[in-house]
């Protein structure tokens, strides 16, 4: 057995990650505030489950958290019943939510002062990468949390240790960043195709071996000349994520003019239903004009 571990949220991320963990050979208990998604994880995984994150991080040496923001971390992480209570001394708490390098910090230390480690480990890859194993982990924290975790965060991911607390959530916004001008950028060419009457599908295979191409145009663009956006990364989880990368921006004087443009063209996508559609969904608003 490699270990006791706890993974805490159960959504389309943290249901395969945690499973991942039981493939490599870890003990895992799981907690998820609806009971029926706990229930559906111990029955397609061998792992047990919990009634609250506190008895799910009992006696784990690696606790793993993926919620959906700030607030939801600290309903998980703090009180009577939440994971830090329940974690032992030396054990290593890390966050794989999407969330502001503020409630990295302070998670850090609350961990810090009961001798908890803490990361900040943000992943990218998606639903896919989820399932796959691939995903790419951005990690915030001190080296030897780190060093303790890994074997854990190896199960279904790259780990890249980046920096103190905070830097992972930090190079995560990065992430968002480049994605949103990437996507906008990837639409308007799409639809430019399109109305100049080009054969676009015969263009994107010969600017995609150039220097235009990106896992956006490898992955999307055929469904988004297709106008398929009924699954991927939600646009309302973008606009939360590209929130907490414009409040930062305020913190440390960055300008991000196209960040902030792009924000509210997924705002028009929202208003017209698309709360729920892959960040691709862009092409909407071009495409309708």
């Given at each position: 057995?490699?270990?006791?571990?706890a993974?805490?949220?159960?959504?389309?991320?943290?249901?395969?990650?945690?499973?991942?963990?039981v493939?490599?050979?870890f003990?895992?208990?799981?907690?998820?505030?609806?009971?029926?998604?706990?229930?559906?994880?111990?029955?397609?995984?061998?792992?047990?489950?919990?009634?609250?994150p506190?008895?799910?991080?009992?006696g784990?040496e690696?606790?793993?958290?993926?919620?959906g923001?700030?607030d939801?971390?600290?309903?998980?992480?703090?009180?009577?019943?939440?994971?830090i209570?329940?974690?032992k001394?030396?054990?290593?708490?890390?966050?794989?939510?999407t969330a502001s390098?503020?409630?990295?910090?302070e998670l850090?230390?609350?961990a810090?002062?009961?001798?908890?480690?803490?990361?900040?480990?943000?992943?990218?890859?998606?639903?896919a990468?989820?399932?796959?194993?691939t995903?790419?982990?951005?990690?915030?924290?001190?080296?030897?949390?780190?060093e303790?975790?890994?074997p854990?965060?190896?199960?279904?991911g790259?780990?890249?240790?980046l920096?103190?607390p905070?830097s992972?959530?930090?190079?995560k916004?990065?992430?968002?960043i480049?994605?949103?001008?990437?996507?906008?950028g990837?639409?308007?060419?799409?639809?430019?195709?399109?109305?100049?009457?080009?054969?676009?599908?015969?263009?994107?295979g010969?600017?995609?071996?150039g220097?235009?191409?990106?896992w956006?145009?490898e992955?999307?663009?055929q469904t988004?000349?297709?106008?398929?956006?009924?699954f991927?990364f939600?646009v309302?989880w973008?606009?939360?994520?590209?929130?907490?990368c414009?409040e930062?921006?305020?913190?440390n004087?960055?300008r991000?003019?196209?960040?902030?443009?792009?924000?509210?063209?997924?705002?028009?996508?929202q208003?017209?239903?698309?709360?729920?559609?892959d960040?691709?969904?862009l092409?909407?608003?071009?495409?309708?004009?």
């Amino acid at each position: 057995m490699a270990g006791k571990a706890a993974f805490i949220g159960l959504g389309v991320m943290g249901f395969p990650m945690a499973g991942h963990l039981v493939a490599k050979g870890f003990e895992v208990t799981v907690f998820n505030r609806t009971a029926p998604k706990a229930a559906a994880w111990t029955s397609t995984y061998k792992g047990r489950s919990a009634p609250t994150p506190r008895e799910a991080a009992a006696g784990a040496e690696t606790v793993c958290l993926c919620v959906g923001n700030d607030d939801d971390l600290r309903s998980v992480a703090y009180g009577d019943h939440g994971v830090i209570a329940g974690m032992k001394p030396g054990a290593v708490l890390v966050d794989h939510t999407t969330a502001s390098a503020t409630v990295a910090r302070e998670l850090h230390d609350a961990a810090k002062a009961k001798s908890i480690g803490f990361l900040d480990a943000p992943v990218s890859g998606g639903q896919a990468g989820a399932e796959k194993g691939t995903l790419t982990i951005m990690v915030g924290g001190e080296a030897g949390p780190f060093e303790r975790a890994r074997p854990a965060m190896e199960a279904y991911g790259r780990p890249v240790f980046l920096g103190p607390p905070g830097s992972g959530q930090l190079a995560k916004m990065m992430n968002q960043i480049c994605i949103a001008g990437i996507v906008q950028g990837l639409a308007e060419a799409l639809n430019f195709g399109v109305r100049a009457g080009l054969d676009v599908d015969k263009v994107v295979g010969v600017i995609s071996k150039g220097a235009a191409q990106s896992w956006q145009m490898e992955n999307r663009a055929q469904t988004m000349l297709e106008g398929r956006y009924d699954f991927g990364f939600a646009v309302n989880w973008m606009r939360k994520d590209l929130g907490i990368c414009l409040e930062e921006a305020d913190r440390n004087g960055a300008r991000l003019p196209l960040t902030a443009l792009v924000d509210q063209f997924y705002k028009a996508v929202q208003a017209k239903g698309g709360q729920r559609q892959d960040t691709s969904s862009l092409m909407r608003l071009l495409a309708e004009d």
